[in-house]
C-alpha cells in the first residue's frame, strides 16, 4: 500500500506548500501502518522453518499450513502471509469487506469471500461456515495462521444456537446508535456468536495457532479487537445483561438474545474461553500494528517538514462532537500563548470516539468530530485541525473525515449552513461536502482507529 498525499487534498488544503505538507504527513501516518509490511517485519521463514520473535514453528510429519484472515486489512495481510508460508501453505480463507476484494493476489488455495460490514449479514455467516469447516481438517502438526484486523467481528459471524441472524443484526444497530464502545458492543458480540472470545481457536484445535493483530481498538486488549477470536475472554454473560441495561436497551432486544444471556448469567450456557482453559496453551498472539505506530511515522514526517511536534494521545475517547471542542480548544491555545507548541505546530492525537445518534443525517464520527470543532475555531488565523478514520471509511459514507480550518464558519455561513443544525441530524457529512472538506482516499485496506492532526501554520 502506497496512499498519495494527493487524495487527502481539499478545498482547506489545496493553497500553498504548507498544506501540502499537511497532507504528506497524513499519507506517512498511514502508510506506515500498512497491513502487507507490518506481517513482513514480523513473520519470516528459514527453509520450511516459521519464526516470530520468540515463537517458532517447525513442521513435523507433512505439517501444514492454514491460513485464515478476516478484517478490513484482510487482504493485504493474507497476501504477505501467503507469499512467506510459501509450499507449506495448505489452503486458507480470507473475508473482506464487501466491495473490496478488487484485485486481490492471493494464491489458488486462498478462497476469498466478501461480506457486510459494520452490520453482520448472511454472506459473512456462510463464510464463517467454510472456515469452521476447514478448521475441522486440522491436525497436532499444523499451524493455523491467524490473521486479524479491525472490522472481524461482523465479517466473521457465526451466531451461538438459537440466535438468529436477524436478531443479531437488530441488536448491532442498536448498539452503534445508542453511543456505546467498542469493548461494550464487542462484550456483547463475544456472548452471541460462537467464533468470538476464542473460538477460533477452539475450532482450530489440535494444530497451534498463531495469530497476528492489526489493531484498531484504544490499548490494544487482545480480546476486544474483532471480538477476540484467538484469545481468552476477560468479560462475562452478566457483563453484556449490563451493558444493555445501562443504555437502556433491555426492552428492545430480541427475546432470544435476552433469553441467551439470561440463560448465560445463570450458568445454564457456558462461559466464552478463559485463560484457564487449556485450549489456549497452543495459542499464539502478536500485534504487527496500532495506532501509536501511525502517529509517530505522522510525527517523523512533521519533524522533517519544518514543525514542532506534539503525540497528545493515542487513548481519546468519548462523544465525538465533545472530543472537537476539546481539539479546538488545544488549537485555540496554541494560537493565543504558543502553548503547548510555538507556531509551526503539529499536534497528533489518535483513538475512538462515539456517536450518540439523535437525527438522520449522515456521517461518522470523524465527521462529526470535525463539524463539533467548527464554531471554537471561527475567526482564528492560520489553524487547521483534521479528524481521520484510517480504514478510509466514515460510518456508512465514502468519505474518512473532514477538515476544519478558522475559516471554515465563515465559508458555511455564505453557503447558508449552520454547523448547529447539521450536528442536531447527525448530518456532518452533507455540511463538509457542501464545502468541498471531506477527505476521501478511498479504503486503504490497513485500520488501526482514528487520527485527529491539529497545526498552527506559520502566521
Not at 200 to 206: E, G, S
Amino acid at each position: 500500500m502506497y496512499l498519495d498525499p494527493a487524495t487527502l487534498l481539499t478545498n482547506s488544503l489545496r493553497e500553498s506548500s504548507w498544506e501540502k505538507a499537511v497532507s504528506r504527513i497524513m499519507a506517512a501516518a498511514l502508510n506506515a501502518v500498512d497491513p502487507a509490511e507490518a506481517v513482513r517485519r514480523v513473520l519470516q521463514r528459514e527453509g520450511d522453518t516459521l519464526r516470530t520473535g520468540d515463537f517458532v514453528w517447525k513442521p513435523a510429519e507433512g505439517g501444514q499450513v492454514y491460513l485464515i484472515a478476516t478484517g478490513k486489512a484482510s487482504l493485504p495481510m493474507a497476501e504477505a502471509a501467503a507469499e512467506i508460508a510459501g509450499k507449506r501453505l495448505s489452503a486458507g480463507i480470507a473475508i473482506t469487506k464487501r466491495g473490496q476484494a478488487g484485485a486481490a493476489a492471493l494464491p489458488p488455495q486462498v478462497r476469498l469471500y466478501e461480506a457486510s460490514h459494520p452490520v453482520p449479514g448472511e454472506d459473512g455467516v456462510q463464510a464463517t461456515r467454510q472456515i469452521r469447516a476447514l478448521l475441522s481438517e486440522t491436525r497436532p502438526n499444523d499451524l493455523v495462521l491467524a490473521l486479524i484486523s479491525g472490522g472481524g467481528s461482523a465479517l466473521m459471524t457465526a451466531p451461538a444456537p438459537g440466535i438468529s441472524l436477524e436478531a443479531l443484526q437488530h441488536l448491532t444497530r442498536r448498539l452503534l446508535a445508542c453511543g456505546a464502545d467498542i469493548r461494550e458492543i464487542n462484550c456483547l458480540r463475544k456472548h452471541l456468536d460462537t467464533v468470538k472470545g476464542g473460538g477460533l481457536a477452539r475450532w482450530a484445535a489440535p494444530a497451534t495457532v498463531l495469530t497476528l493483530i492489526l489493531s484498531d481498538v484504544v490499548g490494544s486488549p487482545l480480546d476486544v479487537i474483532a471480538s477476540g477470536p484467538t484469545v481468552p475472554d476477560s468479560t462475562t454473560f452478566q457483563d453484556a445483561l449490563e451493558i444493555l441495561r445501562r443504555y437502556n436497551l433491555t426492552e428492545t432486544t430480541p427475546p432470544e438474545i435476552l433469553e441467551h444471556l439470561q440463560r448465560g448469567a445463570a450458568g445454564e450456557i457456558p462461559e466464552t474461553g478463559k485463560a484457564t482453559d487449556p485450549i489456549f496453551e497452543r495459542v499464539h498472539n502478536r500485534i504487527v500494528g496500532d495506532n501509536p505506530l501511525a502517529a509517530r511515522a505522522a510525527l517523523a514526517q512533521a519533524q522533517a517538514e519544518g514543525f514542532h511536534t506534539l503525540l497528545l494521545t493515542t487513548a481519546l475517547q468519548g462523544e465525538a462532537r465533545e472530543a472537537g471542542r476539546f481539539l479546538a480548544a488545544v488549537l485555540g491555545e496554541v494560537h493565543r500563548s504558543g502553548n503547548p507548541l510555538p507556531r509551526p505546530a503539529c499536534i497528533v492525537a489518535g483513538g475512538e470516539t462515539t456517536v450518540t445518534l439523535h437525527g438522520e443525517g449522515l456521517g461518522g464520527r470523524n465527521q462529526e468530530l470535525a463539524l463539533g470543532a467548527v464554531r471554537d475555531l471561527a475567526g482564528l488565523p492560520r489553524l487547521v485541525l483534521v479528524s481521520l478514520a484510517t480504514d478510509g471509511g466514515d460510518g456508512p459514507t465514502d468519505a474518512a473525515g473532514a477538515v476544519v480550518t478558522g475559516e471554515t464558519l465563515a465559508r458555511a455561513r455564505q453557503a447558508g449552513l449552520s454547523p448547529e443544525d447539521f450536528l442536531r441530524r447527525n448530518d456532518a457529512y452533507h455540511f463538509f461536502d457542501a464545502l468541498g472538506d471531506l477527505l476521501k482516499p478511498g479504503p486503504t485496506q490497513t485500520n488501526v482507529n482514528d487520527l485527529m492532526f491539529l497545526f498552527a501554520l506559520p502566521a
